[in-house]
């Protein structure tokens, strides 16, 4: 896919604005410091995952964080797209949809078993954008987190 690009330590300085862009838009209260150390062991090539740039590589408009784990129940390795952000000023031009299809295809290819995400329940316009690009809810299901 030509609008996917697997970040690279050189792509930080055009991917970490883009991460601090979309932490402050979720509300998430983290700062440069911790955005960098969560980013950089995935920019050099981290078994726990990868980054990919959305669009031109010297421009790029977005990213999305693919993590890896594996499952019993699925058979095999998973992934969790863990972020996905497209710049505010170029949303539903179909870029976001265009990179999950992108991501899917490579995950499948790369033989992971099964891609999961997280969404607001209370985000309709989210939901029924990931239902577009064959994402499911799991019913009876609920993503939970222990901070440690």
């Not at 983290?30 to 726990?48: F, I, K, N, R």
């Not at 990919?52 to 699925?74: D, H, K, M, N, Q």
Request: hydrophobic share 45%.
């Amino acid at each position: 896919m030509k609008s996917l690009h697997l970040a690279i330590p050189e792509d930080a300085d055009k991917l970490l604005p883009l991460v601090a862009a979309f932490h402050a838009e979720r509300g998430f209260v983290t700062d440069a410091e911790h955005q960098s150390a969560a980013v950089l062991p995935l920019l050099e090539g981290s078994p726990h995952g990868a980054i990919w740039l959305i669009g031109p590589r010297r421009a790029p408009v977005g990213y999305i964080v693919v993590t890896f784990g594996w499952s019993v129940e699925f058979g095999g390795l998973d992934g969790i797209v863990d972020e996905l952000y497209i710049r505010p000023a170029v949303r539903r031009r179909g870029m976001g949809f265009e990179a999950l299809n992108g991501i899917s295809k490579a995950m499948k290819d790369a033989n992971l078993k099964a891609l999961h995400l997280e969404a607001d329940r209370a985000d309709e316009r989210l939901i029924g954008f990931y239902r577009r690009a064959r994402f499911a809810p799991r019913e009876d299901y609920m993503f939970m987190s222990r901070l440690l």
